[in-house]
C-alpha cells in the first residue's frame, strides 16, 4: 500500500466530476523517473528552484572531485549523488512546487494504484466528507513536546517518588 496527496487547484473546485479534473494526486515514495532523469524531470514538473540547486550541487560535485583527482566510477558515483536526492524527496519537491502555485492539500489516501486512490477521495469528496490532512497546532507547527531535564524514562534527581 502507498499514500497519496491529493492536492485541490487553486481557488477551490465545485463538487461535480468536472471539478475534479483540476485535480492533481502524488504518489509518496522514491521516484526512478525523476532519479534517472533528474534535470529533466525538474524542468518538466516546473520546480526550478530545485533544479538550481541540482545544478549548483553537480558544479560543485565536478570541482571536487576534480580537485581530489578522482577518476572513473568514483566520480560516477559522485555524480549521482544529486539524482539519488531528487529521487527520494520528488513527491515533496512537487508538493511544494504546487503549493507555490496556489494548490491547497485535499486530502491523503492509502491504496495500491492511483486509481483506486482517486476512487476513495473523490467518493467521500462528492458526497461532502472529503478526508483531510493530519490536523496540526493552532499555529500550523508541528507538535514539539515540552522540554524538560529527564532524558528517557528516568527520574529527575530529587523528585517524588
Known amino acids: 500500500m502507498r499514500n497519496w496527496l491529493i492536492y485541490e487547484p487553486p481557488g477551490g473546485a465545485r463538487p461535480t466530476l468536472d471539478g475534479a479534473e483540476g485535480f492533481v494526486t502524488l504518489r509518496e515514495g522514491f521516484s ?8 529533466f524531470w525538474l524542468a518538466f514538473r516546473r520546480c526550478w528552484l530545485a533544479l538550481a540547486i541540482y545544478v549548483a550541487a553537480e558544479v560543485a560535485l565536478a570541482i571536487a572531485a576534480w580537485a581530489f583527482g578522482l577518476r572513473g566510477g568514483s566520480s560516477f558515483t559522485l555524480a549521482l549523488l ?3 536526492a531528487v529521487g527520494f524527496e520528488a513527491a515533496w519537491l512537487r ?11 485535499a486530502g491523503s489516501v492509502v491504496a495500491r494504484e492511483r486509481e483506486e486512490a482517486e476512487l476513495a477521495f473523490f467518493q467521500d469528496w462528492l458526497a461532502g466528507a472529503a478526508p ?11 507538535f514539539r513536546p515540552p522540554v524538560s531535564g529527564v532524558l528517557g524514562l528516568f527520574p529527575e534527581p530529587g523528585a517524588a517518588r
Do not use: I, M, Y
Not at 95 to 105: I, K, N, Q
Not at 132 to 142: F, H, I, K, L, N
Open 32 to 39: 526512478k523517473r525523476a532519479f534517472v532523469f533528474a534535470p
Open 82 to 84: 544529486p539524482n539519488l
Open 95 to 105: 508538493a511544494r512546487s504546487l503549493e507555490r502555485r496556489g494548490f491547497t492539500l
Open 132 to 142: 483531510t490532512a493530519a490536523p496540526r497546532g493552532a499555529s500550523g507547527a508541528p
